[in-house]
């Protein structure tokens, strides 16, 4: 294989992943979590079953590896080590998409959500049940802010999310 023919496929495979996300950010937005079924998925991108599992195993697959950018932040802020730019983009990121986000923030999905960051605070040094608390808290913290349950600035979620628990 050409490094030409590599970066060609590098751009493919890109290409395909975004394919998938847009249609499953876009059956998340019209359907429940659990009656979207990896067919829709393959539908909605214009894909062949076997392209979608050669990326992925699963939906659940899909929902995790397409927040993990963000997650990496606010596991970096859970430890005590945010960098306050980026964080403060994934915060505004959480509410200028809290339409999407609002479906995430549910049962199955919260679940898979929690499990994910939690592995992420875990491999920065935390015990586990440490690693767990902390990322429900966090989580919780943006669902109540983005659904309005809780009403404060963004600063404030900012200071909450860094240090869920010193208060």
């Known amino acids: 294989m050409t490094e030409n023919s590599h970066v060609s496929s590098d751009r493919r495979a890109r290409r395909t992943e975004q394919a998938i996300f847009v249609a499953f950010r876009d059956l998340v937005l019209s ?3 659990d009656e979207i079924r990896v067919a829709d998925i393959v539908e909605r991108a214009d894909i062949g079953r076997s392209t979608f599992y050669e990326h992925y195993r699963n939906k659940d ?8 950018w963000l997650f990496e932040v606010l596991a970096d802020a859970a430890v005590g080590r945010p960098d306050k730019e980026r964080l403060k ?7 200028e998409q809290r339409h999407i986000a609002r479906a995430f923030f549910c049962d199955r999905p919260l679940r898979l959500l929690t499990d994910r960051l939690a592995h992420l605070i875990e491999a920065r040094e935390r015990q586990p049940l440490n690693a767990r608390a902390l990322a ?10 983005i659904c309005g349950w ?5 600063a404030q979620v900012l200071d909450a999310i860094t240090t869920p628990f010193t208060d």
């Open 31 to 33: 359907l429940p979590y």
């Open 89 to 95: 983009l994934v915060v505004a990121h959480f509410h």
């Open 136 to 145: 429900a808290a966090q989580l919780e913290i943006l669902r109540s802010w």
């Open 150 to 154: 809780l009403v404060v600035s963004q």
């Open 61 to 68: 697959e899909v929902l995790t590896q397409s927040i993990t």
